[in-house]
């Protein structure tokens, strides 16, 4: 069995849209006057709160009157923010994240329910504080009976419902084919086969029109209604290109996993690749981080393997019909020939030496 998120869009009614501005409000608000009250304990006294003082807490807001707003929304939101917050703090001292940071109002909203918060029934889902079901745009079946779901509205002004599940799915056949894979920035994927797979370059395609938003957004009053128009055309933007972003690494994905039993790539430092200014641009379209977690996440459900070979394996130095190492070349040289006469494309040749490498560590 295994966890899996399915996510709709969903269209609200007025009486929904109001009732969800509620409850968006109230989560931000109990998220940032916690996470406040937390640092302050922490900074000044040296305390760590945890899940049941902020419960506590919590319940101390909700008894003043001057929040007694906090009661007009589902409790279950509010109790899910508070454990969303104390794994969020778990993972900063775990130094697995970034110390959690205050939720903005034009930033995406979201709020969970557990079981208790939720209902499916007849094909129809009801949350909490709502008498009429949401109106689902069911672009696949919902599998599974979800333990939790996510409403979400994202900087466009789109209404998402996200349904966590477990299900059970079935492993691909296996296949005799591998494949290396190099990624790059003139081709998003060249495979160890000679495949050249261009980069769909999402940002550069929108980026005269996101500039030109921009620009009139900036010359806006903040908190007026023409900066708040401004910037939701800003917010649709961003939005296409980050859509029609995983829409192509889904796709590209999901054909490798199909067709390769093994997949080998290099395990690349893409957090200090971004470093460099002149490339940071095109490695964020790129999205190379996301590619890679689509590849390992894929590979887990139907029964394939990925080998990330180490970053410092010389690939594009060694011919992949001798095995000469022939020394570094600078980045202009896209094709070279070896003293033993074969002729490389350098980023094929990167891709099948990758291959050979991850298929060695699996036999080693």
């Not at 409850?23 to 006294?45: A, H, I, P």
């Not at 007026?224 to 939005?239: E, F, Y």
């Not at 972003?245 to 490798?256: E, V």
């Not at 020939?337 to 040749?349: E, K, L, V």
Request: glycine share 4%; aromatic share 10%; charged share 25%.
């Amino acid at each position: 069995m295994k966890n899996k998120a399915l996510k709709y869009r969903f269209y609200p009614t007025n009486e929904q849209t109001e009732m969800l501005a509620k409850t968006f409000g109230c989560v931000r608000f109990v998220w940032n006057n916690l996470l406040d009250w937390r640092s302050k304990e922490y900074t000044l006294n040296g305390n760590k709160i945890n899940y049941t003082k902020t419960s506590a807490k919590l319940t101390e807001l909700k008894q003043q009157e001057k929040f007694a707003w906090l009661n007009e929304v589902s409790s279950v939101a509010l109790q899910q923010t508070l454990r969303n917050q104390d794994s969020a703090f778990s993972n900063f001292f775990a130094k697995r994240a970034k110390y959690p940071k205050f939720k903005k109002k034009s930033a995406n909203q979201s709020f969970r329910l557990v079981a208790s918060g939720f209902s499916i029934k007849n094909g129809q889902v009801y949350i909490a504080k709502s008498k009429r079901p949401l109106n689902i745009k069911w672009s696949r079946p919902l599998e599974g009976n979800p333990s939790s779901l996510t409403i979400s509205k994202d900087a466009a002004g789109r209404y998402f419902v996200s349904f966590c599940t477990e299900v059970e799915i079935k492993s691909l056949p296996k296949v005799d084919k591998t494949v290396g894979i190099d990624l790059g920035l003139n081709d998003s994927v060249v495979t160890s086969d000679g495949e050249k797979i261009k980069p769909l370059k999402a940002l550069i395609k929108y980026q005269t029109k996101l500039a030109k938003l921009q620009n009139r957004f900036s010359r806006k009053v903040k908190g007026s209604n023409n900066h708040t128009k401004a910037r939701i055309k800003v917010a649709k933007i961003h939005a296409k290109i980050a859509d029609s972003r995983k829409d192509f690494l889904h796709k590209l994905s999901t054909k490798l996993i199909n067709e390769n039993q093994v997949i080998s790539l290099e395990d690349l430092n893409i957090c200090g690749m971004m470093r460099n200014h002149k490339l940071a641009k095109a490695i964020a379209d790129a999205s190379w981080s996301e590619f890679v977690r689509q590849l390992e996440y894929k590979a887990d459900w139907y029964g394939r393997t990925i080998v990330k070979v180490s970053r410092w394996y010389p690939s594009s130095q060694i011919c992949s019909s001798c095995g000469t190492v022939t020394g570094k070349k600078p980045l202009h040289i896209r094709k070279w020939t070896c003293n033993c006469g074969a002729s490389h494309d350098r980023d094929i040749n990167a891709a099948i030496n990758i291959n050979t490498a991850g298929l060695a560590e699996i036999n080693a």
